[in-house]
């Protein structure tokens, strides 16, 4: 699976993007899915994760916030970011995976390049 995540850029606190990832074939109901970001100096984490069963997870520190959907005719993933906060600066990843760990990266097989976003203060 091939996947080109896109959508990142400059915005100021409480403002808003909108992630896209699009697959080379589909993923629902097959592969796991997930949104992760990596800020300079830390860890890759999880933002939200979506199991073949449709069971989702988000980050405390974007519940409310982020909302994740997909348009399966198209083979694409979104992430809906509002009320952005400068601590949601990082490079944003799109990934897939069969694991049953979603939070954890390296339960992930395929991932996207990664886009950024910078949320100015």
């Known amino acids: 699976v091939q996947l080109q995540a896109s959508g990142g850029g400059l915005v100021q606190a409480g403002g808003s993007l909108r992630l896209s990832c699009a697959a080379s074939r589909r993923t629902s109901n097959i592969w796991n899915v997930g949104w992760f970001r990596q800020a300079p100096g830390k860890e890759r984490e999880v933002v939200v994760a979506v199991r073949m069963s449709g069971s989702t997870y988000y980050a405390d520190s974007v519940k409310g916030r982020f909302t994740i959907s997909r348009d399966s005719a198209k083979n694409t993933l979104y992430l809906q970011m509002n009320s952005l906060k400068p601590e949601d600066t990082a490079v944003y990843y799109c990934?897939?995976?069969?694991?049953?760990?979603?939070?954890?990266?390296?339960?992930?097989?395929?991932w996207g390049q990664g886009t950024q976003v910078t949320v100015s203060s």
């Open positions: 990934a897939v995976g069969r694991s049953v760990a979603i939070r954890d990266p390296s339960a992930y097989d395929y």
